[in-house]
């Protein structure tokens, strides 16, 4: 019995391990696929499915200047389509135009550098236009799941961008979400703690 018990131990840590490597190598395929697919989008190509049988297409870039993180944005933000890259949240608006374009990705994959980002920082998105669009983060912080407002219509070109948290936690899902809220930055304010911030019951310290 107590030999079983390492290689039973053993077992269950490389079942995980596989499971992790199969997460970061779907994202990871899939990234090439819907680079191919934002490319024929850009030519004028409409909505570019990267696949025949996805129930997605490509809506928008994102990269971070000065950082590696350069990621496509799919449409809708099942757990399916997360599962491939960031996606844009059914209802708000689309990237670059007026009010709240928001954005979720898993946090151990595109995601995991939003822990890093500060005021000030920028972020840009690519439209199918072409167009690039400059936003500066303005607020950060952790938020619940339940707070809705986070998602409302916006004045301003505003991105919000959101994971699970925390980071580091071994388990998926929960309650707390960590959120990066930045504006168009030619609509960027002198004041860069202004506007709509997060809940202060959850702000980070």
Not at 20 to 27: D, S, V
Not at 51 to 70: F, I, K, M, N, Y
Not at 74 to 99: I, K, N, Y
Not at 122 to 130: F, R, Y
């Amino acid at each position: 019995m107590r030999r079983l018990l390492p290689a039973a131990l053993l077992g269950s840590a490389l079942l995980l391990f596989g499971k992790g490597a199969l997460i970061y190598g779907k994202a990871g395929v899939a990234q090439v696929l819907l680079r191919r697919a934002w490319a024929s989008t850009l030519r004028g190509g409409g909505d570019v499915k990267p696949w025949p049988w996805a129930d997605t297409w490509p809506v928008a870039r994102l990269r971070r200047p000065g950082g590696s993180e350069d990621y496509i944005v799919l449409a809708g933000a099942s757990g399916r389509t997360l599962a491939f890259g960031p996606g844009q949240v059914s209802g708000s608006a689309r990237p670059g135009e007026r009010g709240n374009c928001v954005l979720s990705a898993h946090r151990d994959t595109q995601f995991a550098f939003l822990r890093y980002l500060k005021a000030g920082d920028l972020l840009e998105l690519e439209t199918p236009d072409g167009a690039r669009h400059s936003y500066a983060v303005y607020d950060y912080g952790v938020a619940h799941k339940s707070q809705v407002e986070l998602l409302r219509k916006t004045f301003e070109p505003t991105l919000t961008l959101l994971t699970c948290y925390p980071f580091d936690s071994p388990v998926p899902g929960g309650p707390l979400r960590y959120v990066v809220r930045a504006r168009l930055s030619e609509a960027r304010r002198a004041d860069a703690s202004g506007g709509p911030g997060l809940p202060t019951a959850f702000r980070v310290p």
